[in-house]
């Protein structure tokens, strides 16, 4: 049976213009905009959508019908939320690079990336076996999660993807395993 999977990053917000760890925070207005001159989507049998307002409201930009997912919603940061990434490095300096370096570490007190990427892939696996195509409106940290999962790729390798707010990613299950889709 086979699925395709698109991925749509959220809009940008004021924490992601300022590179701050993410809150539940709106779009930015220009966002919800750009999310609305946006090519039509191909028709999809499912559309789901992380339950954070930014990721609702560029679904709604978007104009989709899209189901609350909760498997989609974007890594846990724990006590960094809403802190600027210089600040945790200025405050926690040791505590910010093992984050970085050490995939099963929650230094922050939320989610490890090793299991943000099991919780993506266990969500990309129950769509494998309903086939058809599931349009997903997510989070950066959660599609490059899905693209390490896909690629099989080391934990580490989940800082070497540069997902940009409203890009869209493509994937396709055979059923048995999933690929990364490029069209024109």
């Known amino acids: 049976m086979n699925t395709r999977l698109t991925w749509i990053c959220h809009g940008a ?4 213009r300022k590179a ?6 709106p779009l930015e207005g220009k966002a919800a905009e750009e ?9 999809a ?12 409201q560029t679904a709604e930009a978007l104009r989709l019908r899209a189901a609350i997912e909760p498997s989609l919603r974007d890594c846990d940061h724990g006590r960094w939320a809403g802190k600027s990434i210089a600040a945790i490095e200025a405050e926690e300096p040791e505590n910010l690079i093992v984050w ?5 570490t929650t230094a922050h007190g939320g ?9 993506v892939a266990g969500w990309m696996d129950s769509q494998s076996g309903l086939g058809g195509h599931v349009i997903a409106v997510s989070h950066a940290a ?12 080391p934990p580490s390798s989940f800082w070497l993807s540069d997902v940009e707010p ?8 055979n059923g048995s395993r999933w690929s990364l889709r490029f069209q024109h």
């Open 20 to 25: 701050l760890f993410p809150l539940d925070e």
């Open 111 to 119: 989610e490890s990336l090793a299991e943000l990427r099991k919780r």
């Open 142 to 153: 959660v599609i490059r999660a899905a693209v390490a999962h896909v690629l099989q790729a």
């Open 166 to 173: 409203l890009a869209i990613l493509r994937m396709t299950s």
């Open 13 to 16: 917000t004021a924490a992601s």
């Open 45 to 56: 049998d499912r559309i789901v959508t992380s339950p954070a307002l930014r990721a609702r």
């Open 100 to 104: 970085m370096t050490e995939p099963e």
């Open 35 to 43: 999310a609305g001159r946006m090519a039509a989507l191909p028709r």
